[in-house]
């Protein structure tokens, strides 16, 4: 992580020196305003999750027994001897538009859309034994989509505040499993599945600078995931009805929930716009892309 802001910091100041550089040159004719872009986008988060619900269905040889559910207690204990981490990659095709964007108007509007694939990987350890004691890993096919908006007010040519709510949700499920924390009776065979819907949401408030074709900006960043899991194992013997499944149902959401956030966008030449934006805290997370303006 820390070579990562590392590099980070390193584009951010050189993308300021250029703008320093550009905001001394004499001011050009504005060209005309391109009210729609597409372009592609990479999302990446390392989130350090903790449990918010926690319940187990077992049915033993057709025999319900019935849904337990962890108290407020229990999910305290388990979350103060285990680390959780939530790891999502996300490649985005997005859409959208300046709804709101006049010369004569300090405010401005933009909302996109986004369309993509995703890759979710969770690990539970044991900060004791230090045993990794769950994983899964979905693979990068899973479906995913989000919106985002951009409201932001110009003070003057280089100043101006920017809202950014966005939110990415994505599904799917997963048998390439490791578990360690649930022994599997003896001359039984196991399928594993865990069935999970995430959604992400971010709303980061920015002082941005703009100088020429260089916006640089940077500000607090509030957020929070939502992770359902339904973790099913099913343990069958050759005979009839000498089956057993359980259902593992929990919910995880953030330790953290405020960062600070560091970005800057380039409009290399007219049509094209080249983005980064990062949020460092407890959690490290990276949206960057490259947007065609028409």
């Not at 909302?111 to 034994?129: C, D, F, P, Q, R």
Request: charged share 20%; proline share 3%.
């Amino acid at each position: 992580m820390k070579k990562n802001l590392l590099f980070f910091l390193t584009i951010l100041l050189c993308l300021s020196g250029f703008a320093q550089d550009v905001v001394k040159e004499p001011a050009k004719t504005a060209a005309k305003i391109k009210r729609f872009f597409v372009g592609v986008s990479y999302s990446y988060m390392s989130v350090d999750m903790k449990l918010a619900a926690l319940s187990l269905h077992s049915v033993w040889y057709g025999n319900d027994l019935g849904t337990n559910e962890a108290s407020d207690d229990e999910i305290n204990q388990i979350n103060d001897v285990v680390d959780r981490n939530s790891r999502i990659n996300a490649i985005c095709v997005q859409a959208g538009m300046s709804i709101l964007d006049k010369p004569n108007i300090k405010w401005k509007l933009k909302g996109s859309l986004m369309l993509g694939i995703a890759e979710n990987l969770t690990t539970v350890s044991n900060n004791s034994s230090g045993i990794k004691e769950y994983s899964f890993n979905s693979g990068f096919s899973k479906p995913c989509a989000g919106l985002g908006l951009d409201l932001g007010y110009q003070f003057n040519l280089h100043w101006g505040i920017s809202l950014r709510p966005f939110a990415l949700g994505t599904m799917g499920n997963s048998n390439t499993i490791v578990d360690k924390a649930n022994s599997d009776p003896v001359n039984f065979d196991v399928l594993r599945e865990d069935k999970y819907r995430s959604l992400y949401g971010r709303v980061s408030l920015f002082v941005t600078f703009t100088a020429g074709s260089v916006t640089v900006f940077a500000g607090p960043g509030f957020y929070r995931i939502w992770s359902h899991h339904i973790y099913k194992r099913e343990l069958s013997q050759h005979d009839p009805g000498e089956l057993i499944t359980e259902e593992i149902t929990t919910t995880i959401v953030p330790r953290n929930f405020i960062d600070g956030n560091l970005g800057a966008s380039w409009r290399i030449i007219a049509p094209i716009t080249l983005y980064a934006q990062a949020g460092f805290a407890g959690d490290f997370i990276l949206n960057t892309g490259i947007h065609f303006n028409f």
